[in-house]
């Protein structure tokens, strides 16, 4: 079973639809029992860094999360619920990650060039780097998943997976151990999103 984590902010409905159509039993939930309980887990996220942070702290959830972690139990972060794994985020001045995967959140303004849109929304391709992953085991190098995002994962190359080109390489998928993170929407992303999902499923 996957627990969906509810801490206020994410795209609840649509990813557990997402594990529906798959097949996998999920439960959308902000309890702590249900969570310890559960098989793996996946944290979303939408909106703010910042704000996200503060609703995890203040749901009584952000030690859980790093606990079923470091337990070896299988994690994935979603977006925003990615940028959370990180050590701190830049978005709106300086707020600290769950430090479970080393790296920054960074503005994709410092890295693109001027004049492409900001946030990047819609269908780019994945771009494997040379670590084999679990997660892709269903899907093909160049397949396309849905972005949207102002930020992304910086200083984190040893565990990245995948990046996406847009204007410059940025961080599209990463892994450290049981512990894994979608800059992109799997929810959004048609068939290679619910292989994705698949796939974590089986870890």
Known sequence: MTAIIDYGVGNL?????SFEAIGETCVVTGDKAVIESADRLLLPGVGAFGDAAKMLA??????TVCEQANSGKPLLGVCLGMQLLFDVSYEYGEHK??????GQVR???EVI???LKIPQIGWNALDFTNRET???KYIKNGDFVYFVHSYYAANCDENTIATTEYGAPLTAAVAKGNVFGCQFHPEKSGTVGLNI????CEI
């Open 13 to 17: 409905f649509s990813l557990s639809r």
């Open 58 to 63: 203040d749901s009584g959830l952000w030690d």
């Open 97 to 102: 990650g769950l430090g479970l995967i080393p």
């Open 107 to 109: 503005p994709i303004a």
């Open 113 to 115: 060039p001027e004049g």
């Open 134 to 136: 679990p997660l892709f």
């Open 197 to 200: 999902l698949k796939a974590f």
